[in-house]
Structures are given as C-alpha cells and as structure tokens.
C-alpha cells in the first residue's frame, strides 16, 4: 500500500521569508501522480500545486514550488515571499492514477506566517 | 469557474438517525471522490465513482452508501449514525477520462453526531 509521510508538524516562516515543507511517499509505482493541497481555517481544501511522476521538471506555481526527487521518493513544497494568508495546514497527496485514483494523503504540516 | 458544490453544510443528527449528503461535481468532470476528515485528521478516502459506475472503495462502513446519478450528481447515505462518524465530509470531482487526476474538493458537509 502507499504511504504518504510528513515528518514536521509544525513550521513557522516568517512574512517574505521563504520555507520547505517536507514530503517522502512510498510506493512500487513507476506512474504515479503528486499534489499538495492547502487547508486554511475554513477547512476548504484547494490544490496548490501537482506534479506528474513521468516530468523530470519540478512544477513551480507562481510562489509555490516543488523539489520532486523520484528516486528518493522525496517531494517537498517550497513557498516564496511567504505571506499572511499562506498560514493553513499543508497536506502532500499521491494517487496512482488509473481506475485506483483515490488521494492518500499525508498528516499534514501546519505553517504558521508571523510578522 | 464552477466548483464543487455540496450541500448541506452543515447538519446535526442523533444517534442512530440517517443523513443524506449530496455532491454536485464540477460540469463535465466525470469523476467523484468521497473522503471524511475527522478533527486533526487528514482526508481519508471512502468510495469513488467514474462515469456513475463505483470504481473504488476504501474504508467505508457497511452503514454509508453512496450513487451516482445520470447527472452525475452524487449522493453518501449513511444509515445508524454513530458518535464517531461526527467529522467533514468533503466530495471531490476530477476529469479522469481525459487523464487528468487533479482533485478539485467541495466545501465540505460539517456532520455533528449527538
């Protein structure tokens, strides 16, 4: 079975820092999918960022992107010009794609953004 | 754009009643997940559908129950309501057949057992 893992439970940035959330995932796939998702307060969750096991290059979306090292089975998440409303807990996703599609998900990291 | 639409937000139930939570996908996503996230948890996945047929299951109790329908709107009855399934239930939709996996997740239905 895959395993999604997040090693830090907490982080705290600071504004216009710069931090890196840590993922590592186990699997037997060769194909397989990535994501982070965000859950600020309101507990809504919304993809941040995907990257797909095939693209040697690592996804970047405006000041969220990944560092993805397949062979490590690492994929952290680096957020830039950190800002307020980026305070939200953070949860690394993976799916093998195909008729077996369903997300497992990390626990997650809460990031805390102080001034 | 359009997203995920559920309803209802929010809704409180006794012991041993039944809730009906309804999911509408994003149009023409052909896919719809359904996860529960208990406080301080992280989603954990309960059954899914592809073009309204099931097409995976994880730890769902035999006292859910879920459906697609022809417009692909999607309904999780859950049947003998317990303490425990006191959590959020979020729907997410995807466009699989097209090859993409991206999750886009619905704003969640707040179940409160008592």
């Known amino acids: 079975a895959q395993t999604v893992t997040q090693s830090q439970p907490e982080m705290s940035v600071q504004e216009a820092e710069t931090v890196t959330l840590s993922c590592t995932y186990d699997?037997?796939?060769?194909?397989?999918?990535l994501f982070w998702y965000k859950q600020p307060p309101s507990r809504q969750m919304i993809l941040v960022i995907r990257?797909?096991?095939?693209?040697?290059q690592n996804a970047t979306e405006n000041r969220f992107s990944v560092n993805f090292q397949k062979a490590a089975k690492s994929f952290s998440l680096k957020i830039s010009d950190s800002q307020l409303g980026d305070a939200a807990m953070y949860f690394c996703?993976?799916?093998?794609?195909?008729?077996?599609?369903?997300?497992?998900f990390g626990t997650g990291t809460r990031l805390q953004v102080t001034l | 754009a359009a997203g995920v639409i559920q309803s209802p937000r929010h809704l409180i139930k006794e012991k041993r009643e039944t809730a009906t939570l309804k999911c509408y996908p994003i149009?023409?996503?052909?896919?719809v997940y359904w996860y529960q996230q208990g406080p301080g948890q992280d989603p954990q996945f309960l059954i899914s559908?592809?073009?309204?047929?099931?097409?995976d299951k994880g730890s769902i109790p035999d006292r859910f129950s879920a459906q697609q329908f022809s417009d692909y709107h999607s309904e999780l009855n859950m049947s003998s309501l317990e303490l425990g399934d006191s959590a959020l239930y979020f729907c997410?939709?995807?466009?699989?057949?097209?090859?993409?996996?991206?999750?886009?997740f619905g704003p969640g239905t707040r179940l409160t057992v008592t």
């Open positions: 990257q797909e096991a095939y693209k040697q």
């Open positions: 997410a939709s995807s466009l699989r057949g097209k090859g993409s996996y991206e999750q886009y």
């Open positions: 149009p023409r996503h052909d896919t």
């Open positions: 699997t037997s796939e060769s194909d397989y999918y």
């Open positions: 996703a993976y799916t093998s794609g195909g008729t077996a599609s369903k997300l497992t």
């Open positions: 559908f592809y073009e309204k047929m099931q097409s």
